[in-house]
């Protein structure tokens, strides 16, 4: 009885030792512990600092609108060693108010240009259709040389940048003819290189008859000026830059 009584003892402390196994198994490795995320660390507020500057008599909490627009325009004369000394002193809260009522103003400021050169375009459109009727080409064929001079006088300076443009394309229009036209007659290509050579003298002599003809072709050139005018007028003036006068002292 003593054996087999031995015997069982083994097989149940087998049994144990294979139970411990399969149940170790079964319930896994431990899982692994994430560490939790690092909490930051709050900083502290940064203290508001009252701003020492007054206008009018008020400080800077106490301001309004119309303070703030005051400040903006007056920045705008303002040197670069003043505009930095007003943002230190205005503080992160003023410089950003400042800056919107300085963006406001620049806002303000182009929408009045665009306004102003919706009205110049409009104002030279008029003047263009104007002058299309009185500078028609039967009008100016009809016209003396002195009463054309006399029109063109009366038109001003759009006047002076169509005779311009004339001139110009006189010139871009001649100079490569003249070049082709002088190299079939001759064989050569202008050259004013060497003055002393044959080919320069004859440049030269095709070049003064050009300018012979640029001079006898002005009552043309005045002609052709006159009824490009009014496309100056359209396309051309309300481009240009405008001067304002100067302003006289005491005004503003």
């Known amino acids: 009885a003593l054996p087999e009584r031995d ?6 402390a087998a049994l144990e030792s294979r139970a411990a196994e399969l149940k170790s198994q079964i319930a896994g490795p ?8 690092a909490t930051p660390a709050t900083l502290p507020p940064i203290p508001q ?6 206008r009018n008599g008020k400080p800077v909490a106490s301001w309004t609108d119309a303070d703030w627009e005051e400040l903006a325009a007056a920045v705008e004369d303002m040197s670069v060693e003043k505009r930095f ?3 230190q002193a205005l503080g992160r809260g003023g410089r950003e108010k400042l800056l919107e009522f300085t963006q406001r103003r620049d806002e303000q400021r182009q929408k009045e240009q665009e306004e102003a050169g919706a009205a110049q375009a409009e104002v030279s459109k008029a003047s263009a259709q104007e002058l299309r009727s009185k ?5 100016l064929r009809d016209m003396t040389n002195e009463e054309r001079f006399e029109v063109a006088k009366e038109v001003g300076p ?12 006189y010139w871009v229009l001649n ?16 050259d004013l290189g060497n003055l002393d050579s044959l080919g320069a003298l004859q440049t030269a002599g095709a070049l003064t008859g050009v300018f012979a003809a640029y001079a006898l072709l002005k009552p043309v050139r005045l002609f052709v000026a006159l009824l490009v005018t009014p496309w100056t ?13 100067p302003k006289e002292e005491g005004k503003k």
Do not use: C, Q
């Open 7 to 12: 015997g069982l003892r083994k097989e149940v």
């Open 30 to 37: 431990p899982p692994a512990t994430v560490p939790a995320p």
């Open 49 to 54: 600092v009252e701003s020492g500057l007054t």
């Open 85 to 87: 000394e007003m943002a």
């Open 135 to 139: 500078l028609s080409f039967e009008s």
């Open 158 to 169: 759009a006047y002076i940048f169509s005779l311009g443009m004339v001139a110009v394309s």
């Open 175 to 190: 100079i490569p003819i003249l070049a082709y036209t002088y190299h079939e007659s001759t064989g050569m290509w202008p």
């Open 233 to 245: 007028v359209e396309n051309v003036m309300p481009n240009l830059p405008r001067f304002d006068e």
